[in-house]
């Protein structure tokens, strides 16, 4: 089963806190697939992890660039039921944001992005908790602080 972090937003975007947690994924030798809702969010992220500041250097790439086997981060859109049950790369860390959710099987860990100012992401983020428990994963719920991240449960 892989374990799974909640990541509550409060103070930034995941566009602005997605790139130091691939970092962290890079720096532990583990490779990142990134789901998003749509085609136009992976161009969004696309544009925005090869502008990070920090780290200046996140390897990625997506189905218009091709040679998923290349890339250390993969970033994906696809209706649920075309989503592959392992990452064109071969990553063991998982990412979800906007309210996606897939298969798990197969991944080390994984990371559910979600906006704390919208009330219906944090609803549906509830839903995804109480099913995932129910399902024996371990979760962690972390909460963005003025400091960075505190880890609540």
Same mark, same amino acid.
């Given at each position: 089963?892989?374990? #799974? ?9 995941? &566009?602005?806190?997605? *790139?130091? !947690? !691939?970092?962290?994924?890079? &720096? ?30 996140? *390897? ?12 250390? #981060?993969? #970033?994906?859109?696809? *209706? ?7 990452? *064109? ?9 906007? %309210? ?7 991944? &080390? ?21 109480? %099913?995932?428990?129910?399902? %024996? ?17």
């Amino acid at each position: 089963m892989a374990e #799974i972090g909640f990541y509550h937003l409060t103070r930034s975007s995941a &566009e602005q806190a997605l *790139p130091r !947690l !691939l970092g962290r994924t890079l &720096e532990a030798g583990r490779r990142a697939l990134v789901l998003c809702r749509d085609e136009a969010r992976v161009q969004a992220l696309d544009d925005s992890l090869w502008k990070a500041p920090d780290p200046v250097w996140l *390897p990625h790439g997506s189905a218009k660039l091709g040679h998923a086997a290349l890339q250390p #981060i993969w #970033i994906a859109a696809a *209706p649920e039921a075309d989503r592959p049950a392992q990452a *064109p790369n071969a990553a063991s860390y998982l990412f979800l944001l906007d %309210g996606v959710t897939t298969r798990l099987d197969g991944y &080390e860990r994984a990371f559910d992005l979600f906006d704390g100012s919208d009330e219906q992401a944090v609803a549906t983020a509830r839903q995804r908790w109480s %099913g995932l428990k129910t399902a %024996g994963h371990t979760l962690a719920y972390w909460r963005q602080d003025t400091k960075g991240w505190t880890r609540a449960g």
